[in-house]
């Protein structure tokens, strides 16, 4: 069971040139996100999918876009990078489930994420 | 806007000391409270998780509190190690259809020095 995982951990790019994140799961988890970190910033959610075919805008989903064709997989896509893009990106899968009081908890496990620099 | 506030930006404390963050949210509606403890190049992993009806839980020396009256949870950090050293996020999910939103603090920042 490897989890979460991504691909390539490092990465630099030139302004214009394109290139695809990858992110698989295998713990059969419906939910799964691309979030950016930068410095002094929160995560910020990208794009994320419900289950295989459906996936929904984030918090900063310009510039990017996401497929999911099975469970298991979940790209990222760059198709003109940007030096606003210089991030380190990470996959998260997650599921739900119930909790104590009526109430509901997502248990979300995230990869080791990709430093991409933009050049 | 349903956001997540964290104090202080960093903190250094010496090896063996305790040491208290702070995390404010406005999330509404509240569904549940995490802690994670991301360390320096790698993804987030969770510390504890308290729902609306908890207001203290622990994992190992980490006690999390949550008041969901003031919007407000703490992580205490008890004998802090030099393995402590790591940023600390506090993120706050709200139900929306069904699906679980984290909103993220930015993290707190600890070095622990010997």
């Known amino acids: 069971n490897a989890g979460v995982t991504q691909t390539p951990k490092f990465q630099v790019l030139k302004t214009g040139q394109s290139m695809t994140l990858q992110c698989a799961q295998d713990?059969?988890?419906?939910?799964m996100s691309w979030y950016r970190q930068d410095p002094g910033m929160g995560l910020r959610l990208i794009h994320y999918s419900v289950g295989a075919g459906i996936t929904d805008q984030g918090e900063v989903p310009n510039g990017y876009n996401v497929s999911r064709s099975t469970t298991e997989d979940f790209p990222l896509r760059l198709l003109s990078a940007a030096p606003s893009q210089t991030s380190v990106y990470f996959c998260?899968?997650?599921?739900?489930?119930?909790?104590?009081?009526?109430?509901?908890?997502?248990?979300?496990?995230f990869g080791p994420g990709t430093r991409l620099t933009v050049t | 806007k349903n956001q997540v506030e964290q104090s202080p930006q960093s903190l250094i404390i010496l090896e063996g000391k305790n040491c208290t963050l702070q995390c404010n949210y406005t999330v509404s509606p509240f569904s549940n409270l995490r802690w994670y403890k991301q360390d320096t190049g790698r993804g987030p992993v969770s510390l504890t998780i308290m729902t609306f009806s908890e207001n203290t839980k622990s994992n190992g020396r980490y006690t999390a509190t949550l008041d969901a009256d003031t919007k407000q949870s703490s992580l205490h950090i008890t004998a802090s190690q030099l393995s402590d050293s790591a940023s600390y996020i506090c993120?706050?999910?709200?139900?929306?259809?069904?699906?679980?939103?984290?909103?993220f603090g930015r993290g707190t920042s600890l070095i622990v020095h010997p």
């Open positions: 993120v706050v999910s709200w139900e929306l259809g069904g699906s679980y939103i984290p909103t």
């Open positions: 713990m059969n988890h419906e939910y």
């Open positions: 998260a899968s997650s599921y739900s489930r119930p909790a104590a009081g009526g109430a509901g908890i997502y248990e979300q496990y």
